[in-house]
């Protein structure tokens, strides 16, 4: 692994579809580019943009040190979460209290990468917003938006996706499959009747259908799904009837609009009664979703059963309505936007069937929520992370619908407090506490969900300034728990107070207040993870203050309390406080072994605190070891993950002291020039590839530990990691290797299996890292 390897990955959307080669306008987009930081692809829905947007982004990839991201904005409603919503596709975890913009602009400044922001149009102020402060505020961000509309700013350059062109239906068609709407048409074709390819019998007939389709990719592609019942000529005549009827009722719709509505109109009148009121309550959903998110929104128990579900999702995915993806857990499904506006605008025909909807989608994610929550101190927590991230878009709607119709802001409340482990585990403070914030703002009276709410607002208060105001929540917290008669709030809030005093450096303070909750022991409904966290937090500051002894036997009773449940999260800090006891012991041998495995748990459930936290140990233990070089690697890697979330690591005088005295150590035992080459190196990785370095790397010189064997992968599984990193959906690779769908997701599963990862980003950060 070299110094120049990319810090971060691509994080391409997944491709379910082959797509249609646009080679003109992919290199239009790259020359735009390659001169403007910001260049926005214009043009109708289901012209193709998003598809077109990621491939130019593919082909650029490499001109960009710090990668590309992309940014969804489909299923997002609030302008103010698109700052955070490019924060969490950046894997940036600000915990300051500066406004978004601000934060990111800041973490953003030194890096060189390619930001795609994804369907803006509806938020096109809140992107504009966005679009001036990075340009603004950094020198190496550029923006590839795609959006209906224009932007609206000076820098901008905008570039039109238009239809596929199209032939002339009379003219020489001898080479029909280079014309990218008939190979299009083709290609879906053959996907529902298979066999089906051009041929000089059909040119002339695909020409005009794509013709009266005004060369829009969705039509064409919704058209071709009736091939199967209907052949060539059919289709046509069909089409032109249709067509005709709705040119005659809005002369003033422009006529790709028109052409478009005709082709969903007629999906729309194909499907069964029953499809067709699944497709309307499943436009409530944003993002992807699984079959049981589908079938707790759609059936109400009268009109529609789950088993009615089931059914109508296969026909929807028959007829090109819904998208068939993997993703955590098995196969989850997507409504294209234009199609999810579809469905909202038959949703809202029916009085009272939104809300009805949405009502079952928020109570369906607080379940789903609420039993994560209960499994958390367990087994599966790298399947609870993937899923919830997975969910996200839904769980942002359920909030966002709780928190602004009135009657249900105690829902809100509710659904935010139970995310507590997500907010707090898996990297998203920021998020959680602007959905908390909203939820308190409300003004919820005395409950259990306000006491939650109020600890976990505290919990998440990440830097000097807010932890006074984080001391005050959890204060609040604990006295509205103890009115309320609930011993378990009162203890949640217990250890959040005890953590401000710890990040705050009262050390004395925090050890009294951790031995007392310790010695209390756990209290009927505390969460189990809380509890195992007073032991955690008892041990460090024990270590802390020199009794390493004592530390290591409260750990030991920490580790016996998360091996009986199959733990990871909680263990993991277990694991670093062990190797920062045997640190201060300066017993080096063992500290390290502790220090590898907890960084390895902190991956797997995305803990970026933890694995800054751990880093910085890393580091001193490499320089206790005598292996310099290696711990200024290791210095320059923690520090780039503290980038992501508060480079003053909260102002803590022992977490900055202590990095700064290894630092001085480091730099006089190897020198100015070799010490910043070695930190550039580290400062240069991203998440898995750092962790991949401490675990893996060939020129390891530190003492005291056996290096973790490096999977072994198949010749065949290698080709297909190589295949998932470059973003390759399962149905490409099976079409790239020449093997069965089925084929390649097996092989796919092998890999995660092996190397004990979750989703496919994790494959991709470990190819990487391979290089």
């Given at each position: 692994?070299?110094?120049?390897?990319?810090?971060?990955?691509?994080?391409r959307?997944?491709?379910?579809?082959?797509?249609?080669?646009?080679?003109?306008?992919?290199?239009?987009?790259?020359?735009?580019?390659?001169?403007?930081?910001?260049?926005?692809l214009?043009?109708?829905?289901?012209?193709?943009?998003?598809?077109?947007?990621?491939?130019?982004?593919?082909?650029v990839?490499?001109?960009?040190?710090?990668?590309?991201?992309?940014?969804?904005?489909?299923?997002?409603?609030?302008?103010?979460?698109?700052?955070?919503?490019?924060?969490?596709?950046?894997?940036?975890?600000?915990?300051?209290?500066?406004?978004?913009?601000?934060?990111?602009?800041?973490?953003?400044?030194?890096?060189?990468?390619?930001?795609?922001?994804?369907?803006?149009?509806?938020?096109?102020?809140?992107?504009?917003?966005?679009?001036?402060?990075?340009?603004?505020?950094?020198?190496?961000?550029?923006?590839?938006?795609?959006?209906?509309?224009?932007l609206g700013?000076?820098?901008?350059?905008?570039?039109?996706v238009?239809?596929?062109?199209?032939?002339d239906?009379?003219?020489?068609?001898?080479?029909a499959?280079?014309?990218?709407?008939?190979?299009?048409?083709?290609?879906?074709?053959?996907?529902?009747?298979?066999?089906?390819?051009?041929?000089?019998?059909?040119?002339?007939?695909?020409?005009?259908?794509?013709?009266?389709?005004?060369?829009?990719?969705l039509?064409?592609?919704?058209?071709?799904?009736?091939?199967?019942?209907?052949?060539?000529?059919?289709?046509?005549?069909?089409?032109d009837?249709?067509?005709?009827?709705?040119?005659?009722?809005?002369?003033?719709?422009?006529?790709?609009h028109?052409?478009?509505?005709?082709?969903?109109?007629?999906?729309?009148?194909?499907?069964?009664?029953?499809?067709?009121?699944?497709?309307?309550?499943?436009?409530?959903?944003?993002?992807?979703?699984?079959?049981?998110?589908?079938?707790?929104?759609?059936?109400?128990?009268?009109?529609?059963?789950?088993?009615?579900?089931?059914?109508?999702?296969?026909?929807?995915?028959?007829?090109?309505?819904?998208?068939?993806?993997?993703?955590?857990?098995g196969v989850?499904?997507?409504?294209?936007?234009?199609?999810r506006?579809?469905?909202?605008?038959?949703?809202?025909?029916?009085?009272?069937?939104?809300?009805?909807?949405?009502?079952?989608?928020?109570?369906?994610?607080?379940?789903?929520?609420?039993?994560?929550?209960?499994?958390?101190?367990?087994?599966?927590?790298?399947?609870?992370?993937?899923?919830?991230?997975?969910?996200?878009?839904?769980?942002?709607?359920?909030?966002?619908?709780?928190?602004?119709?009135?009657?249900?802001?105690?829902?809100?409340?509710?659904?935010?407090?139970?995310?507590?482990?997500?907010?707090?585990?898996?990297?998203?403070?920021?998020?959680?506490?602007?959905?908390?914030?909203?939820?308190?703002?409300?003004?919820?009276?005395?409950?259990?969900?306000?006491?939650?709410?109020?600890?976990?607002?505290?919990?998440?208060?990440?830097?000097?300034?807010?932890?006074?105001?984080?001391?005050?929540?959890?204060?609040?917290?604990?006295?509205?728990?103890?009115?309320?008669?609930?011993?378990?709030?009162?203890?949640?809030?217990?250890?959040?107070?005890?953590?401000?005093?710890?990040?705050?450096?009262?050390?004395?303070?925090?050890?009294?207040?951790?031995?007392?909750?310790?010695?209390?022991?756990?209290?009927?409904?505390?969460?189990?993870?809380?509890?195992?966290l007073?032991?955690?937090?008892?041990?460090?500051?024990?270590?802390?203050?020199?009794?390493?002894?004592?530390?290591?036997?409260?750990?030991?009773?920490?580790?016996?309390?998360?091996?009986?449940?199959?733990?990871?999260?909680?263990?993991?800090?277990?694991?670093?406080?062990?190797?920062?006891?045997?640190?201060?012991?300066?017993?080096?041998?063992?500290?390290?072994?502790?220090?590898?495995?907890?960084?390895?748990?902190?991956?797997?459930?995305?803990?970026?605190?933890?694995?800054?936290?751990?880093?910085?140990?890393?580091?001193?233990?490499?320089?206790?070891?005598?292996?310099?070089?290696?711990?200024?690697?290791?210095?320059?890697?923690?520090?780039?993950?503290w980038?992501?979330i508060?480079?003053?690591?909260?102002?803590?005088?022992?977490?900055?002291?202590a990095?700064?005295?290894?630092?001085?150590?480091?730099?006089?035992?190897?020198?100015?020039?070799?010490?910043?080459r070695?930190?550039?190196?580290?400062?240069?990785?991203?998440?898995?590839?750092?962790?991949?370095?401490?675990?893996?790397?060939?020129?390891?010189?530190?003492?005291?530990?056996?290096?973790?064997?490096?999977?072994?992968?198949?010749?065949?599984?290698?080709?297909?990691?190589?295949?998932?990193?470059?973003?390759?959906?399962?149905?490409?690779?099976?079409?790239?290797?020449?093997?069965?769908?089925?084929?390649a997701?097996g092989?796919?599963?092998?890999?995660?299996?092996?190397?004990?990862?979750?989703?496919?980003?994790?494959?991709?950060?470990?190819?990487?890292?391979?290089?």
């Amino acid at each position: 692994m070299g110094g120049s390897a990319p810090r971060r990955g691509s994080h391409r959307p997944v491709e379910t579809t082959s797509f249609v080669d646009r080679r003109d306008e992919q290199a239009q987009g790259r020359e735009l580019l390659a001169r403007a930081r910001l260049v926005t692809l214009t043009g109708p829905g289901g012209v193709g943009k998003t598809r077109l947007a990621g491939r130019i982004a593919a082909r650029v990839e490499r001109a960009f040190p710090d990668g590309v991201r992309h940014v969804q904005l489909s299923g997002l409603h609030d302008p103010a979460l698109v700052p955070l919503a490019a924060a969490d596709a950046l894997d940036l975890h600000d915990h300051s209290d500066q406004p978004p913009l601000d934060a990111l602009v800041e973490q953003l400044r030194d890096r060189r990468l390619l930001l795609v922001v994804d369907n803006c149009e509806h938020l096109s102020a809140a992107c504009a917003e966005l679009a001036t402060a990075l340009l603004r505020g950094t020198t190496g961000i550029r923006i590839l938006a795609t959006s209906r509309h224009r932007l609206g700013l000076t820098e901008e350059h905008l570039m039109e996706v238009r239809p596929l062109p199209v032939p002339d239906p009379d003219g020489d068609l001898s080479a029909a499959e280079a014309h990218p709407a008939l190979a299009l048409f083709a290609d879906r074709a053959a996907a529902v009747v298979p066999g089906f390819r051009l041929t000089p019998g059909n040119h002339a007939a695909v020409a005009r259908l794509c013709a009266r389709l005004d060369g829009l990719p969705l039509a064409i592609e919704l058209a071709a799904v009736r091939m199967r019942v209907l052949g060539i000529e059919q289709l046509l005549a069909r089409l032109d009837d249709r067509y005709r009827l709705l040119s005659a009722g809005s002369p003033a719709v422009a006529p790709r609009h028109q052409t478009l509505r005709a082709a969903v109109d007629w999906s729309h009148e194909l499907c069964t009664e029953r499809e067709q009121s699944v497709w309307a309550r499943l436009s409530v959903l944003a993002g992807s979703f699984d079959l049981e998110t589908a079938e707790a929104v759609c059936a109400d128990g009268e009109r529609i059963v789950p088993y009615d579900v089931l059914e109508a999702v296969a026909g929807l995915v028959d007829k090109s309505v819904l998208g068939r993806e993997s993703g955590p857990g098995g196969v989850r499904y997507r409504l294209l936007d234009t199609l999810r506006h579809y469905g909202l605008d038959q949703l809202r025909e029916h009085h009272g069937e939104e809300t009805a909807a949405r009502c079952r989608q928020r109570d369906w994610m607080q379940e789903r929520a609420a039993g994560y929550e209960r499994r958390w101190f367990g087994p599966g927590q790298r399947e609870i992370v993937a899923r919830l991230r997975a969910d996200q878009d839904n769980l942002r709607a359920a909030l966002d619908f709780s928190l602004t119709t009135p009657g249900e802001e105690l829902a809100g409340l509710r659904l935010a407090g139970t995310l507590w482990f997500y907010w707090h585990a898996c990297g998203a403070p920021r998020e959680g506490r602007y959905w908390l914030d909203r939820a308190l703002d409300t003004g919820p009276g005395p409950s259990r969900e306000r006491a939650r709410a109020l600890w976990i607002s505290g919990l998440l208060a990440g830097c000097p300034e807010d932890l006074t105001r984080g001391l005050r929540r959890a204060e609040e917290a604990r006295a509205l728990a103890q009115e309320l008669g609930d011993p378990a709030e009162a203890a949640h809030a217990d250890y959040v107070i005890g953590v401000v005093q710890l990040f705050a450096d009262d050390l004395h303070t925090a050890l009294r207040h951790y031995e007392c909750t310790v010695a209390r022991g756990p209290v009927p409904g505390q969460h189990l993870s809380l509890h195992g966290l007073d032991l955690v937090e008892l041990a460090c500051v024990l270590a802390l203050l020199g009794e390493a002894t004592r530390a290591v036997a409260v750990c030991e009773d920490a580790l016996r309390l998360c091996e009986r449940h199959d733990e990871e999260w909680v263990r993991s800090y277990v694991l670093r406080i062990l190797a920062l006891a045997h640190t201060v012991r300066g017993d080096w041998r063992r500290a390290e072994p502790y220090a590898c495995q907890a960084l390895r748990l902190k991956l797997d459930v995305h803990d970026v605190i933890g694995i800054g936290l751990t880093l910085d140990l890393l580091a001193r233990l490499a320089d206790g070891t005598g292996a310099a070089e290696r711990a200024a690697v290791l210095l320059g890697g923690a520090d780039r993950v503290w980038s992501d979330i508060d480079r003053d690591r909260w102002g803590s005088k022992a977490l900055n002291s202590a990095r700064r005295d290894c630092e001085t150590r480091v730099r006089a035992a190897v020198g100015q020039r070799t010490y910043e080459r070695a930190y550039a190196r580290g400062a240069s990785l991203g998440l898995g590839e750092i962790v991949s370095y401490v675990l893996h790397d060939p020129e390891d010189t530190g003492a005291g530990r056996e290096p973790a064997a490096v999977p072994r992968l198949t010749r065949r599984e290698a080709e297909v990691a190589q295949l998932v990193a470059e973003g390759l959906a399962n149905q490409q690779i099976a079409d790239r290797l020449v093997i069965a769908r089925r084929t390649a997701e097996g092989h796919v599963e092998r890999i995660l299996s092996k190397l004990g990862f979750s989703n496919r980003s994790q494959i991709a950060a470990w190819v990487t890292a391979q290089r």
